[in-house]
Nanobody, 123 residues
């Protein structure tokens, strides 16, 4: 049974930092590209960042580029998202997602999803 689980969401002040983690089980983690998406109230789910199966390649949405860093540890089967200089518009439920081999910024391309963790950034 495949399971992705996110950790680390909480309330933080604008300008602050937060680190999200995602643990994976039930899949061969090192064969999967991983990604973070987020969904704010009343909005569609949007791409945040992705990382390829080796960790050597990453992509980011323009809205988080330079502030967020995605990383992975294929020994511990975990993925992380370091979020710095947080803004109120970063408030959302953050989801981790996985798919075999290749990265994508399209949510429909991902087969596996976590349940999400709430990040709230106060002004």
């Amino acid at each position: 049974q495949v399971q992705l689980e996110e950790f680390g969401g909480e309330l933080v002040q604008a300008g602050g930092a937060l680190r999200l983690s995602c643990t994976a089980s039930g899949i061969t983690f090192e064969n999967h590209a991983m990604a973070w998406f987020r969904q704010a109230p009343g909005k569609e789910r949007e791409f945040v960042a992705s990382i390829n199966w080796t960790g050597a390649r990453t992509t980011y949405s323009d809205s988080v580029k330079g502030r967020f860093t995605i990383s992975r540890d294929n020994v511990k089967n975990t993925m992380s998202l370091q979020m710095n200089s947080l803004k109120p518009e970063d408030t959302a439920v953050y989801y981790c997602a996985g798919r075999l081999w290749t990265m994508s910024s399209y949510s429909g391309a991902y087969a596996y999803w976590g349940r999400g963790t709430q990040v709230t950034v106060s002004a």
